[in-house]
């Protein structure tokens, strides 16, 4: 009888869908946008638990697709960039389109700092997509974009900022921010609760079962489903007459 495979990519991605909505808050404050790509589509954790602490509900844009593409592509102002930052600006035409009352796509020059690698720099259209953005779609004059610089690997001055632009754009106590932030931090290190670490065992556990019956290519803490159609081309060995598998394996779930 044939076993497939566990979809450890398709695993996390609806886990990473599933954080939209109104959480444990009362979304009483509004309809945060976030768009689900590049950065933001790691970082949403983090976000998610951030705004829905301090009561807005959390607005994904749908998930990428040629007729995503089409819809911002428009606005694109460079054929040379790269397809993901032109997907973008569909994520964010979208979110227009729904009527959201902000959208949340900050700038960031670093993003955290997992202690894994020689430094944890952002690429540059990565870190500053957000000014591109407001500067070439047209569409957003018709809500509230926030493209702030900030800094999610300095946790104090984090959750200094984050207090002082929400009161701000929203008058939200400083206080409440920056209890927010924490939660958010907790969020973002879950991966070390007991119980996320026996669910992502298990699951992990079935998947390394697999390796020894059919050839594979085991990707670790990918960013994206992107990421892994890109090292799979790259890794591909040629000599294999069978199928290959390809299991993606992200530490945070």
């Given at each position: 009888e044939k076993v497939e495979n566990p979809d450890l990519m398709h695993y996390k991605y609806k886990k990473l869908r599933a954080l939209q909505g109104k959480g444990n808050g009362s979304g009483v404050r509004?309809?945060?946008g976030i768009p689900f790509g590049?950065?933001?589509y790691e970082n949403l954790p983090f976000w998610f638990e951030l705004f829905t602490r301090l009561n807005f509900e959390v607005v994904l844009s749908p998930e990428s697709s040629r007729k995503l593409y089409v819809k911002g592509q428009r606005t694109i102002p460079s054929d040379t960039v790269c397809y993901p930052a032109k997907l973008l600006h569909g994520h964010v035409e979208a979110l227009a389109e729904a009527g959201?009352?902000?959208?949340?796509?900050?700038?960031m020059s670093y993003n955290n700092d997992e202690g894994i690698g020689d430094n944890h720099y952002n690429c540059p259209v990565v870190a500053y997509y957000p000014e591109l953005i407001a500067a070439n779609v047209p569409s957003l004059k018709q809500t509230r974009f926030l493209d702030p610089y900030v800094g999610l690997w300095r946790h104090k001055d984090f959750g200094k900022?984050?207090?002082q632009l929400m009161h701000q754009e929203f008058g939200i106590p400083k206080k409440e921010s920056a209890a927010a932030a924490r939660a958010a931090y907790e969020a973002e290190n879950r991966r070390l609760d007991l119980a996320h670490a026996l669910l992502h065992g298990e699951i992990f556990k079935n998947a390394l079962l697999h390796l020894f019956e059919s050839p594979m290519i085991l990707i670790e803490d990918t960013a994206s489903p992107f990421d892994v159609a890109v090292d799979?081309?790259?890794?591909?060995?040629?000599?294999?007459?069978k199928r290959l598998d390809v299991a993606a394996h992200d530490a945070r779930f």
């Open positions: 509004g309809r945060m590049l950065n933001m959201v009352d902000a959208i949340w796509y900050p700038c900022r984050i207090a799979a081309a790259l890794l591909l060995p040629g000599q294999f007459e």
